[in-house]
């Protein structure tokens, strides 16, 4: 009898297919395809009912596991299921890689890359990149900023396909990129400024900003965009592991801001002339404060954000690899399939040296923008100023009763601790009075939990509430200026919300700011900040800031 497929044995049928897929890792494997649909035996014989260990495998050489592993329940990772999400993935890719911009259910394409990027350890990522996700998404956000009918410069729209859009965009971002198209590189910035700066149609948060605590109540503002926080998409089904799973959507304000720095900073600053050489020469001259040329040459070599997809040669934050980074990204976006309780925040991420910078608006620039209905036909540009800062984390551990929550919208302007809260670095951790002293309670280091859950106290030693205080240190603070940072961790997405103020009682100039921002992939810190001599919601001016992690410094 000659040899045949049809009597070949079906492990070595397996074998065949792998070693295909081998040699072409990227899009689906079409020799599976050609031998299922070449007869009905071999069909069957390849199908996963019959060969469920081949489309494991598959999985396993095409696309990464140890999130899902992690994440998942056993039921959600049968064979079956790795099949079918084998199928919405191929689907999602080939739709990118075809640039089909009419697909019917694009946020559903969308979606399933920027859970691949969230799950991603290496091979999601070179499949995503052999689709040419860039060329795509360069084409799509080009129709993001239109005119409508009327000739008027329309705001661009914060719905399901230009929120992923411009999150992939940021995953997607690369040094070498960024420096290939100055011109596309400049469109890409006016695209992106309207969602990063305008936080008033575009906030950076999951929840209204003024609640600690989730809540179905929210006082709103009224603004001459309408209501504040303005109305966005939180959510959407996609089709996960074989199941139709709930996916909350990010707000589009954090990945937009990240993009506006990644380009921003392929201009370093320049330096004025006749500063002085460094801090030295600087003293010899009777300067005791402000930058000199060392300290701005620091600043454009050090101070850059993080890129995600250029990490996978970089060493891991703070000991984690790289889709344990993104976990409480992933925990935000897909709370519904988690096999443990969500963590969104994981107690130690600040803790450590950060750098970065802010830009802020031109003040009238940005009042124009307030009281107008329509979007800037032209964007100015904006100025970049040096972050510097060293956190250090504190924590409220069961059965401790934490620094209470005051209600009211004035309680966010005191990053969430009462108004006349005092605090104090003491041996072995810092302690929080109360005004008249009617609370005191000492928050700690962390000790060795895994588990930040303010909203289920209910078991001793587990963290109730994080307590984040930091300051500019030497030489930095001589050189852009010296601040204290308090402020608290809001549980029910992971917000990080701070209170800045000068060393210097007496430097008015400087004022008093709010930090409102996300630490996404575990090492970008990045939000809005506003000034605290005035209440008012929206902000009447706001900045941007980001912030990345040194390698480890916890």
Partial sequence: MHPSLLTTPPEILEHIVLLAVL??????????????????????????????????????????MSSPNRHLPSPRLSALALEQELRTRYIALQCIRRKNFGHPDLAGIL????????????????????????????????????????????????????????????????????????QLRQRSID???????????????????????????????????????????????????????????????????????????????????????????????????????????????????????SRSSDPPVDGLFKSQTHDPDRSRSLTSVLSTAPSYYVPGTLSGHWRGSSMMPDLYFYKSMLSSAEAPSTLVSFGRFPLYVRFREYYCYSPTTPVPVEEGGSALFNAFLPQGCRWYEVKDGIELVGKNNSFRTKYVPQRNSPQCDAQDPSHDGEIRDVIIVGETEEPYASAWNGYNYVGRIRPSDGLVILMREPHDAHADQ???????????????????????????????????FSMSKLASTS
């Fill in 23 to 64: 040699d072409s890792p990227r899009g689906p494997p079409s020799v599976l395809r050609a031998l299922r649909l070449s007869c009905r035996i071999l069909n069957e014989t390849l199908s996963v009912e019959h060969n469920p260990h081949l489309y494991l495998m598959l999985f396993v050489h095409s696309f990464d």
């Fill in 510 to 544: 400087l004022g008093r700011a709010l930090f409102r921002g996300y630490v996404i992939s575990s090492c970008n810190f990045v939000g809005r900040w506003r000034s605290l001599s005035t209440g008012e919601q929206p902000a009447e001016w706001e900045c941007i």
């Fill in 111 to 182: 979606s399933t890359v920027y859970i691949m990027f969230l799950e991603d350890d290496g091979r999601n990522y070179e499949q995503i990149a052999g689709a040419d996700l860039l060329g795509f998404l360069q084409l799509l956000l080009h129709d993001c900023t239109s005119q409508d009918i009327a000739g008027k410069n329309a705001w661009p729209l914060e719905n399901e396909v230009n929120t992923l859009a411009v999150a992939l965009l940021w995953f997607i971002t690369s040094h070498s990129g960024l420096r290939q198209d100055t």
């Fill in 191 to 309: 695209i992106l400024s309207c969602y990063a700066y305008a936080g008033f149609r575009y906030p950076c948060f999951t929840e209204p900003e003024n609640m600690f605590y989730s809540s179905d109540k929210t006082k709103l503002a009224i603004s001459n965009h309408g209501t504040y926080p303005p109305p966005r998409p939180t959510a959407m089904t996609v089709r996960y592991f074989g199941d139709q799973t709930r996916f909350t959507l990010p707000p589009i304000a954090p990945f937009a801001i990240l993009s506006q720095f990644a380009r921003a900073e392929e201009f370093p600053l320049k330096i004025p002339p006749g500063l002085p050489a460094n801090r030295q020469e600087a003293l010899m001259a009777g300067i005791l404060s402000g930058p000199t040329k060392e300290d701005i040459e620091h600043f454009n070599a050090n101070c850059n954000t993080r890129l995600i997809c």
